[in-house]
């Protein structure tokens, strides 16, 4: 699924009018699988810590989560850069060809994530 993604995400980039190097694509479709990564994991941690009825999301220590998501989010980022390079692109490429994926809006792409997040903090609210 994040491998569809990745390369929807390129392809999307790409068919807009302002001319981007490859690696600049790379970076961005890494940026985005990023997000929508971090976006999941937002969801099932705060279900899993309402779930328990942890007091990891306590006010006055509001720094520890902030402080694990920012780690979480640069070990994301790395792991997709890793992941997503060399041959890896290359499989990805010759799948969706044979598939004949076409890019979508961008705006639609990442609405996914930003919706994602909502329902978190929507789930962080209620109890």
């Not at 690696?23 to 976006?39: D, F, G, N, P």
């Not at 969801?43 to 007091?55: G, K, P």
Request: aromatic share 16%; with cysteine.
């Amino acid at each position: 699924m994040f491998e569809q993604l990745f390369y929807k995400t390129i392809l999307s980039y790409k068919a807009q009018s302002k001319k981007r190097k490859h690696k600049q694509l790379m970076s961005m479709a890494t940026l985005y699988i990023t997000v929508l990564q971090l976006s999941i994991l937002f969801v099932l941690c705060i279900v899993l810590v309402r779930a328990t009825n942890s007091s990891f999301l306590r006010f006055y220590e509001i720094y520890t989560p902030i402080f694990y998501s920012i780690l979480a989010g640069i070990v994301l980022f790395l792991f997709n850069a890793m992941y997503f390079n060399g041959k890896r692109m290359l499989q990805i490429k010759n799948k969706a060809i044979k598939e004949n994926t076409k890019g979508t809006d961008v705006w639609k792409l990442w609405m996914i994530p930003i919706v994602i997040f909502a329902l978190s903090f929507i789930l962080l609210k209620a109890t």
